[in-house]
């Protein structure tokens, strides 16, 4: 996924974190495993009982919107619903403004990143 990988640097760059590199949001690099190891998970989707990781993920974005400040640098492949129903709204609420950089395929993320250090 382009989009977490160019989050990651970006944070890394400015002595942040991406929302999956929190303690939470590490849950989901270990997705897999756990589904591995027969604790089944379902996937993506609106948040919905038994739609376990768009719940849990919801629940981190909105915390994760909650302790933004600044300008928010949002990278995405597309707007999803987490973005559109708890992230951008929490943002709002709060009076933080934010840039949304599109990822595609043709992104040259050193470029991105190196531009938005400038």
């Known amino acids: 996924m382009k989009g977490k990988k160019v989050a990651w640097q970006y ?3 400015i002595g942040s974190k991406a ?3 929190t303690r939470g949001g590490s849950l989901f ?5 756990f589904n591995k190891i027969g604790f089944k998970v379902k996937y993506w989707g609106k948040p919905s009982i038994g739609n ?16 933004a400040s600044g300008v ?10 987490i973005w559109k129903n708890y992230e951008k709204p929490t943002l709002l609420s709060k009076g933080v403004a ?8 043709n992104t040259n993320i050193n470029n ?3 531009d938005l250090l400038k």
């Open 29 to 33: 690099e270990y997705w897999e495993w």
């Open 52 to 67: 376990d990781q768009a719940i849990v993920w919801s629940a981190l974005s909105k915390a994760y919107a909650l302790n």
């Open 19 to 21: 929302i999956e590199q």
């Open 112 to 114: 991105l990143v190196n």
């Open 98 to 105: 934010y840039n949304i950089h599109k990822i595609n395929s």
């Open 11 to 13: 944070a890394r760059a």
């Open 72 to 81: 928010a640098n949002v990278f995405q492949e597309y707007e999803g619903n």
